[in-house]
Structures are given as structure tokens and as C-alpha cells.
């Protein structure tokens, strides 16, 4: 049982509108959550049930939450402060007492446009299981720095793998099971692949309505910005493989590439700040595994420079350099010079 404070305020209008569950998990926000919730709170989609989880603050981030509750007398928010236990658990657990036919994530340095809502569920039918779409990234100035549009292709949705840009059907995610991993990094790439697997209707929403911030410093880019033996990606990866349901046809080559793509990921992102030797051993290590669990991946059909549609030259450029050096067992050397370069 968790030690949970809770405030709960229900709208008791009986809206015919699907109703949106939407979950914040906060921990010393107190910088940003203002302008998140906010944010949430200007939204034109009036059938909502905000969750707002504080996962054991130790900053003002309560002070600030209830007060802004409270300015703006929102009817429609369920507040629970609980004692620290990570971001996966905290979005568990909101996912166990949401109410609501639709859940959304949302973080606390991030914003919404204020038609996110209803342009996500503009899209829905009986038959969506979710919704995803693409993203504006903004300094802490609100200055865009990058935007991600998803264009109408099969492999759009594997580009987003955070839970925020998504709207999930609640009964899809409680049937299958399917949760936040408690990982040291992916649990969120966990939640999604997992989703996709299991889903049979996904749609693309190609309007950037969610407000990702910029932060260099947030605790998922300092952990992986070197190869650390205490965090472990084939667990994540493994983890991933041993929930995954029986797909075939698209669905099984995306997927397959998706493990190929994350490998090439993580190595050339860990390259510059790690020991050549280390970045050495993972990749071996990791390609390994691939060659283990996906024996011929090699002929993955989207390892090709025009494939997949959908994803960057740059992505699309470095899984077939990569793959097709490492075939050739020249890699390694291309590797080295390339952090030399760095």
C-alpha cells in the first residue's frame, strides 16, 4: 500500500466526450511545473481528469502545485504526494487509478498547445489504441530549437518513444499488461515498443502540438552519455524481448530494426566520453546479443539508405554504415577514428 496524501476534486458534469486521463509525475519541479500544469489546465478539451503524482519532493514543488490548483479552482484534478520511488513506478501507479477511456503523459518542464487534446482525440475511433505525434523542442526561453514532424508512414511512430506525444487507449494498456519498466534508462522506450507491439491501430497525429524542453543536464542524457557498467542497455533490450507478442509481416521488420537502430544509437552516443577499450567490449557485447536473438538481421529489409520512410538520413545512414562495417569487420577502425574525431 502506498503512503499517499490525496486531494480529489471531480467534475460531476456528464460530458459525452471520451474522457482523458492526464498524468504528471513531479519531482522537485518547482522551477517549471507552474507553466506545465498551466499548460494543462488552458486545454479546450473540457472532459479531463488531471493526475498529478508528487514522487516525494523535497523541494517546494507541493506548495506550488496546490497553490496553482487552487488559483484556478479546477474541479477535474486528483493530487497524491507519495514517497520517492522513481518515474516508472509514480506512472504506474497513476495508470492504476485513472479513470479515464484515454491516458496521456505529460513532464514537468514540458507544455502543451492547447489544442493538444482535442486534435489527438479528433483522431480516435472505437478501433484506436493510440495516438502519436510529433514534437517541438524548446530552450528554457520558449525559443524552438527543433521541431519533429511525423509524416503518414508506418515506421513515424518508432521515431517518438517517450509517453509524452501519445494518447493510449486505458483498457488496451491494463489488458496487456503493459507498464513502465524500473530500469536505470528506457523505461519509457520499454513502455512503447511494448505498445506498438501489442497494438492493431495506431494513428499519426502530423501537428506538433507537445512542447519538449531542452534540458542538457536531465538525469536520462547524463546516464547514457557514457558507457557505465552499472547500467546495463541489453537488460532494457532484454527486458523488451521477453514481453514482446508474436508479430509478423511490417510490424516484426520494424521492430527487429528498432533493436538494430537503439544499438547504433547507444554506441555512437557513448563514443565520445567513454574508453575506446569499453566501447569496444559493449559493441561486441550488444551486436552479439542481436546476432543471438535476430540471427538475420542482417537482411533486415529498412537496412538500406532510402529506408525506413519516415526516419532521418542521418539515422538511416549511420544503421547501414554501421551494420554493413560490421559485416565487413571493419567497425571497429571506422569507430576509433571516428572518437578521435570527436
Not at 81 to 88: I, P
Not at 165 to 188: M, P, Q
Not at 217 to 229: F, G, L, M, T
Not at 275 to 294: S, Y
Amino acid at each position: 500500500m502506498k503512503d499517499t496524501i490525496q486531494i480529489r476534486m471531480y467534475d460531476n458534469c456528464e460530458d459525452k466526450m471520451k474522457k482523458i486521463s492526464i498524468v504528471l509525475p513531479v519531482y522537485n519541479g518547482a522551477k517549471s511545473v507552474k507553466k506545465c500544469i498551466k499548460s494543462i489546465f488552458a486545454q479546450d478539451y473540457t472532459n479531463l481528469e488531471i493526475i498529478i503524482v508528487n514522487d516525494g519532493s523535497t523541494d517546494n514543488s507541493e506548495e506550488i502545485i496546490k497553490s496553482v490548483i487552487e488559483e484556478y479552482g479546477r474541479k477535474d484534478v486528483i493530487y497524491i504526494y507519495k514517497e520517492n520511488t522513481g518515474v516508472a513506478d509514480t506512472r504506474n501507479y497513476a495508470i492504476s487509478i485513472a479513470s479515464g477511456d484515454y491516458i496521456t503523459f505529460i513532464d514537468q518542464d514540458d507544455m502543451y498547445s492547447e489544442n493538444y487534446c482535442s486534435s489527438y482525440m479528433g483522431l480516435v475511433d472505437e478501433n484506436t489504441d493510440i495516438v502519436v505525434g510529433g514534437y517541438i523542442r524548446v530552450d528554457s526561453e520558449e525559443k524552438e530549437l527543433y521541431r519533429e514532424h511525423l509524416a503518414e508512414a508506418e515506421w513515424s511512430k518508432y521515431i517518438v518513444t517517450a509517453p509524452w506525444a501519445h494518447i493510449y487507449k486505458r483498457d488496451f494498456l491494463v489488458n496487456n499488461k503493459i507498464e513502465f519498466l524500473k530500469s536505470a534508462i528506457g523505461e519509457d522506450v520499454y513502455f512503447n515498443i511494448l505498445a506498438y507491439a501489442y497494438a492493431k491501430n495506431v494513428k499519426i497525429c502530423e501537428e506538433e502540438l507537445y512542447y519538449w524542453t531542452n534540458n542538457p543536464e536531465s538525469v536520462s542524457n547524463s546516464k547514457q552519455a557514457k558507457i557505465d557498467e552499472n547500467i546495463d542497455p541489453l537488460f532494457l533490450l532484454q527486458s523488451i524481448y521477453d514481453r514482446m507478442p508474436e508479430v509478423s509481416g511490417k510490424k516484426k521488420e520494424f521492430i527487429e530494426y528498432y533493436f538494430i537502430r537503439y544499438i547504433v544509437w547507444y554506441i555512437l552516443f557513448t563514443l565520445k566520453n567513454s574508453e575506446w577499450k569499453k566501447v569496444r567490449e559493449k559493441k561486441k557485447e550488444m551486436f552479439d546479443w542481436l546476432e543471438t536473438k535476430f540471427p538475420y538481421y542482417r537482411k533486415n529489409p529498412n537496412i538500406k539508405m532510402g529506408l525506413p520512410k519516415g526516419d532521418s538520413l542521418r539515422n538511416r545512414l549511420s544503421v547501414w554504415g554501421i551494420v554493413r562495417l560490421n559485416t565487413l569487420r571493419a567497425d571497429n577502425l571506422f569507430l576509433k577514428i571516428l572518437k578521435i574525431v570527436l
